[in-house]
């Protein structure tokens, strides 16, 4: 059976650009191969899909899913040029069965790159919204927070009765305290390089323009985008965020936009700066919160913080 007259539509211009994309992928590894990308030929689209599930050159294997979505985008690419590719074809079947039956494994989120969260913010305009979503990627990306931990923290040290958290602002970056199972938790967050990428200075210029003094330090907007409100955010908003903006950064072009929303969730922010900061491996996990020390609510003391900027280490 072949693929004439139920050809793939691109539904929108993401759509039609991943499939151009697709094009010039297989087009390429056929001149490093030798061989012809026209006219179809079964066995050697079989071959090129099997070598999208290998990793190459530092590139990583793709999903089956995305391996599948890559055969569509050829499929659609040959009938546009007049031409039909049989998917049904043994050789191209036998590498489809063979990724169902060994990549079945659950896809895990992927952790964000710090050159990624910078592309993810700079999607972002300079109104008020976007000076609260810039200042909770930064802070929940570096201080490596769970969603429900961003949209929990309250400004200042005496935090109300629905806070999970609080921040306190200092010359050398910011102090965020919040409630795990087994007690208080710290987390130091050290100014960054540069005013574009330092969390700090986007969580000041969100708090300065919000007029927030005191209370939740994630709010709502007005419908005009002009105002901050007293409503604390929902951690949705956090997802919701992360996907819009991973989406508008063009990250992971290779793949699909249904693959690509299905990869980024607010679990990425959490998980990115534990891959990124090239730091001690125990102090990188003790400021992640990957494990955490029991502790009373923490006093002044006379303890020298910010020894490890981790910010500064994952390039920030």
């Given at each position: 059976m072949t693929e004439t007259s139920k050809q793939a539509t691109p539904s929108s211009e993401n759509t039609s650009k991943a499939y151009a994309a697709d094009w010039r992928h297989f087009a390429r590894w056929c001149r490093l191969n030798g061989v012809e990308p026209l006219p179809p030929a079964p066995p050697i689209v079989a071959q090129y899909l099997a070598d999208l599930a290998k990793p190459s050159g530092g590139t990583p294997a793709l999903q089956s899913t995305s391996i599948r979505r890559r055969l569509s985008g050829l499929v659609w690419n040959f009938a546009q040029r007049g031409l039909a590719l049989d998917r049904a074809a043994p050789e191209i079947t036998a590498v489809l069965d063979t990724l169902r039956r060994?990549?079945?494994?659950?896809?895990?989120?992927?952790?964000?790159?710090?050159?990624?969260?910078?592309?993810?913010?700079?999607?972002?305009?300079?109104?008020?919204?976007?000076?609260?979503?810039?200042?909770?990627?930064?802070?929940?990306?570096?201080?490596?927070?769970?969603?429900?931990?961003?949209?929990?923290?309250?400004?200042?040290?005496?935090?109300?009765?629905?806070?999970?958290?609080?921040?306190?602002?200092?010359?050398?970056?910011?102090?965020?305290?919040?409630?795990?199972?087994?007690?208080?938790?710290?987390?130091?967050?050290?100014?960054?390089?540069?005013?574009?990428?330092?969390?700090?200075?986007?969580?000041?210029?969100?708090?300065?323009?919000?007029?927030?003094?005191?209370?939740?330090?994630?709010?709502?907007?007005?419908?005009?985008?002009?105002?901050?409100?007293?409503?604390?955010?929902?951690?949705?908003?956090?997802?919701?965020?992360?996907?819009?903006?991973?989406?508008?950064?063009?990250?992971?072009?290779?793949?699909?936009?249904?693959?690509?929303?299905?990869?980024?969730?607010?679990?990425?922010?959490?998980?990115?700066?534990?891959?990124?900061?090239?730091v001690d491996r125990t102090v990188g996990v003790n400021a992640t919160g990957v494990t955490s020390a029991e502790m009373t609510r923490p006093s002044e003391d006379d303890r020298v913080r910010f020894q490890v900027n981790l910010t500064k280490a994952a390039g920030l």
């Open positions: 060994t990549r079945a494994t659950p896809k895990r989120k992927d952790p964000i790159r710090p050159d990624e969260i910078l592309m993810m913010t700079a999607t972002l305009p300079f109104d008020l919204r976007g000076l609260r979503d810039r200042a909770l990627l930064l802070i929940g990306y570096v201080g490596g927070l769970s969603r429900s931990e961003i949209v929990g923290l309250d400004f200042g040290d005496a935090p109300g009765t629905e806070a999970t958290g609080w921040i306190t602002i200092l010359e050398a970056g910011a102090v965020l305290t919040h409630a795990t199972r087994t007690g208080w938790r710290e987390v130091e967050i050290g100014r960054g390089s540069g005013e574009q990428s330092c969390p700090v200075h986007a969580l000041e210029q969100w708090l300065h323009f919000a007029k927030i003094q005191s209370g939740p330090v994630f709010v709502r907007t007005s419908r005009n985008g002009k105002r901050a409100l007293e409503t604390r955010l929902n951690d949705k908003h956090v997802a919701r965020l992360i996907k819009q903006t991973a989406l508008a950064a063009g990250l992971r072009p290779e793949l699909s936009e249904k693959d690509r929303m299905a990869l980024f969730s607010g679990h990425s922010l959490r998980s990115g700066l534990a891959h990124a900061a090239k």
